[in-house]
């Protein structure tokens, strides 16, 4: 490792650690009541998905229309398996019992990610987002009408076990993960798909692995990002899992940039946040997140974060420079 | 044998309103390539202003068809103008999501003006059963399958035998090649559609004089659904998109009648991704493989 | 034995017979050029030499192994690497990091080691990185190795995809129209470069051209194809001299 990469490492613990106890502080003095917890544990959830939709969209460059699909499927899956766990004594609470669900149903995701993508990652882009489309779709309809889902019902009795702090530390988990795949070779093999897939085969790449992998890894992710949420709200109802919610998360990933993880995350804050204050124009959310997603492709298709990452110790090196080094001229930024 | 029959002809109903729909999907995908998730909105769109005129003039159902067409295709025009002719040349992908919050953005307009509670569509086509031995079979099912019929074959001759579809055509195979041939690419683009929206409009009449009803979201599921049928006939061939649309139609109804209604979706679905996986190209495309 | 070989290599699209009975051998440390007319076949052959297409017919063999049915990256691994008519760049990554995706198979860190950067990945990454840029400042281009490949200027542009093929380190590098869309003194320049390539790493090189200059200049032999056949081989001497050559490129 060396000097500069460890001080970027110190930089970035240091930041997600402060975040960490400012979240604690206000909640101690009692500046964050309990709605506004619960609104920052679904930041936390939607931090999740939308990096994992960005592996997949961004990075690996296939439109997925069906990620919600990916989220129910984890949150079905974690949800029965901590029900049973606890019914039957093996684990009967606390964070073991929330980690071995979520990862249980995150698997559970995964799997369900290789069975679609390996036939469905053979075709071409549009082709997959309307097997994506279809999937999230028939899951739907088949967690409707199964039994032991709870079908259209709802499923209840799921232990409730996230809290803010598991929370934000499970999010703080996958976004490193996230990061550091995408910046080893595997990350680099999965990007050069995106930006030329036959171009990546001729210089060696194994594009169909790399390809189910990225995909398989993002529904991962999806998956415990459904567990998460079933485990805070403690009930699921099968068409919170809709086209719609996919939609959602996309709008998050291309608001934030298709390929920035930083991008992501301000993005998932910001647009769980805002729902929350514009409660009273409600019924003009939608059309507000539907017209800006047009305009976004139009005037700034690469999202506000284009493929760059944010970095703390970035801009401040970047502002230093400036000032030291030529206060007028700018560093060439790469758009 | 008569439940089938009359099963049978409700399929057949079902079907040419997918058909028609479906068409509109496949002829935008013909010529630009883009998976046009507005359409199903169109048609949405198409419904409410059948509704509206109706409600307003109590003109007959074939100027209401009209008006309602005409009014469509203008929309249609406006949603390629606007929010797809400046990504001709982007990333598919981007133009994808476009398509996707265009979609989005018709239907919560749609929510924003008309409300979310569904509407009563008028009685405005007589309701007079006609009787063939034991079965019967209602106006609306016949004027459906009629209509259809008759624009699926206008359609035809237009593609084929008049100056415009033979553009469209052109178009469709070779974009430069086209410019080059002194045809107006973007005027060809913008009557594909006007006509797939047309089309789209049409649908969304015949969709809601038969279930009675208009409502913000009513484009989602027949516009999937059609979606699902120009796939599986081959996305970008006319002619597909009517055999997939009857297929569609046939299967949704069998399906609901013999194994179970809440099934039926999940079943068109699953029929969408078991073609795509044997056969991407859909029942009547043809291989297509990239250039290297 | 010679390099790389082909043996009645045919490809069939529908009835038409693209390519016939195509055999050339090339050995190693050689440098072929393959012309024709527009539409005689030539990117056909290079696109079955290379994994893109499956033979409808014959054999093709790369150090006495059949490529045949092998997928484009498993023929990379195995020693034969490509560049395309139409430059296919990673256009939104450096220029560094369209070099170091080449060295993807040469780095062996698994996707758990490189997730949780244990010592190996920063190893490998810190090696990959110094080797691509030493890699760069072969073709002197070192200083770009942080600028997007899509804002080189066009000849930069043909020879990072040119460093970027011969940075999987091939035995045979196959360069499909490399001069398209040069001036005559880009053109000139890529010459030089494409003899330096072929000394300093010690490879086949086999070429489509249309810039007759380029071909004549540096090709050793030539096989030349219509209607994907091949109607002469020869030196370039041979080739100028060719009647049959002649009449295809001049019409009767």
């Excluded at chain 1, 930041?15 to 920052?40: C, D, E, K």
């Excluded at chain 1, 567990?227 to 068409?239: S, T």
């Excluded at chain 2, 981007?94 to 749609?110: D, E, K, P, R």
């Excluded at chain 3, 069939?12 to 017979?17: D, E, N, V």
Aim: hydrophobic fraction near 50%.
């Amino acid at each position: 490792m060396t000097k500069v990469n460890f001080k970027s490492y110190l930089f970035n613990i240091v930041a997600i650690l402060s975040v960490f106890v400012l979240i604690q502080i206000l909640i101690a003095n009692g500046t964050l009541s309990r709605y506004y917890v619960s609104i920052l544990i679904f930041i936390c959830i939607n931090i999740i998905l939308a990096t994992s939709l960005n592996l997949a969209t961004g990075f690996l460059g296939q439109l997925t229309l069906g990620h919600a699909g990916f989220m129910a499927v984890g949150a079905y899956g974690s949800a029965l398996t901590a029900i049973y766990l606890r019914s039957n004594d093996i684990l009967t609470g606390g964070i073991g019992l929330l980690l071995v669900s979520i990862i249980v149903g995150g698997l559970f995701a995964g799997i369900m990610g290789i069975v679609i993508g390996v036939p469905a990652l053979r075709l071409r882009g549009d082709y997959l987002a309307i097997i994506t489309l279809g999937f999230g779709e028939v899951i739907r309809v088949v967690i409707n009408n199964l039994a032991f889902t709870g079908g259209a019902k709802g499923l209840t009795g799921i232990p409730r076990l996230v809290n803010i702090s598991n929370a934000f530390w499970i999010m703080a988990f996958v976004v490193t993960v996230l990061y550091t795949l995408t910046n080893s070779r595997q990350g680099r093999a999965i990007i050069s798909i995106r930006e030329d897939e036959i171009a990546a085969e001729a210089v060696g790449i194994q594009t169909t692995r790399y390809k189910v992998m990225g995909f398989a890894i993002a529904a991962f992710f999806a998956g415990i990002g459904g567990g998460l949420y079933a485990h805070f709200i403690a009930f699921l109802d099968p068409n919170t899992f809709n086209f719609m919610r996919s939609v959602e998360i996309l709008v998050i990933v291309v608001l934030g940039g298709m390929g920035s993880l930083t991008g992501s995350v301000m993005s998932a804050v910001v647009l769980t946040i805002l729902p929350e204050a514009l409660r009273d124009f409600a019924i003009y959310r939608l059309l507000i997140y539907s017209g800006l997603l047009v305009v976004m492709m139009i005037f700034r298709p690469q999202g506000i974060f284009g493929t760059t990452e944010f970095s703390l110790a970035g801009a401040i090196k970047k502002l230093r420079y400036n000032q030291i080094v030529s206060p007028r001229k700018k560093v060439k930024e790469d758009d | 044998m008569v439940l089938f029959l009359q099963q049978f002809i409700n399929g057949l109903s079902v079907g040419s309103i997918y058909a028609v729909i479906a068409l509109g999907y496949t002829m935008v995908y013909g010529i630009i390539r883009l998976i046009n998730f507005a359409h199903g909105e169109i048609m949405m769109m198409g419904a409410y202003f059948a509704f509206i005129t109706v409600l307003a003039s109590g003109m007959p159902f074939y100027v209401v068809l009209i008006v309602s067409m005409v009014l469509a295709a203008i929309l249609g025009i406006t949603v390629e103008t606007l929010a797809y002719r400046p990504l001709r040349k982007a990333p598919r992908i981007s133009a994808l999501i476009t398509a996707i919050g265009m979609s989005l953005f018709l239907q919560n307009l749609a929510l924003v003006i008309f409300k979310p509670e569904p509407k009563i569509m008028p009685p405005i086509i007589p309701r007079m059963p006609v009787f063939i031995g034991p079965l019967r079979i209602g106006t609306v099912t016949i004027v459906t399958i009629v209509l259809s019929i008759v624009f699926m074959v206008l359609l035809d001759f237009f593609v084929k035998k008049t100056k415009p579809g033979k553009a469209m055509r052109a178009v469709s195979e070779d974009k430069e090649a086209s410019v080059l041939m002194g045809i107006n690419v973007n005027r060809t683009i913008s009557i594909t559609f006007a006509i797939g929206s047309a089309l789209g409009a049409l649908g969304g009449v015949l969709y809601s004089v038969s279930y009675t009803q208009v409502f913000p979201t009513m484009g989602v599921m027949p516009g999937l659904k059609a979606f699902v049928a120009a796939v599986l006939g081959g996305i970008g061939i006319i002619p597909g998109a009517m055999l997939g649309g009857f297929v569609i139609g046939m299967v949704e109804t069998l399906t609901k009648a013999y194994i179970s209604s809440q099934l039926s979706d999940a079943i068109v679905f699953g029929l969408l991704i078991v073609v795509l996986l044997f056969k991407p190209t859909g029942i009547l495309g043809k291989n297509e493989k990239e250039k290297v | 034995m010679a390099l790389l070989e082909t043996k009645g290599l045919g490809m069939q699209f529908g009835g038409l017979k693209a390519v016939d009975n195509f055999e050339i051998a090339i050995n190693d440390h050689e440098l072929v050029g393959l012309i024709g007319p527009n539409g005689a076949g030539k990117t056909t052959i290079f696109n079955m030499l290379t994994g893109v297409y499956l033979p409808t017919d014959g054999d093709i063999t790369l150090d006495g192994m059949s490529i045949v049915g092998k997928k484009p990256y498993q023929i990379v691994k195995m020693g034969a690497a490509r560049t395309f008519q139409n430059i296919r760049l990673f256009k939104d990554l450096s220029v560094a990091d369209n070099i170091k995706i080449a060295y993807h198979n040469e780095m062996k860190y698994t996707t758990l080691e490189g997730i949780l950067r244990t010592k190996r990945y920063w190893q490998e990454e810190a090696k990959a990185h110094q080797e691509a840029i030493d890699f760069l400042s072969i073709f002197n281009m070192q200083d770009y190795a942080e600028t997007m490949a899509k804002n080189l200027p066009y000849g930069k542009q043909r020879k990072l995809e040119i460093a970027r093929a011969l940075a999987t380190n091939p035995r045979i590098l196959l360069l499909d129209e490399p001069a398209a869309g040069m001036n005559p003194h880009e053109t000139k320049e890529l010459m030089e470069t494409i003899h330096f390539i072929r000394d300093k790493f010690n490879i086949a090189i086999l070429l489509i051209e249309h810039d007759m200059s380029l071909v004549m200049g540096i090709c050793e032999r030539i096989v030349v194809v219509d209607y994907g056949k091949i109607i002469a081989t020869g030196t370039p001497d041979e080739i100028k001299n060719n009647m049959d050559v002649i009449r295809v490129y001049l019409g009767e």
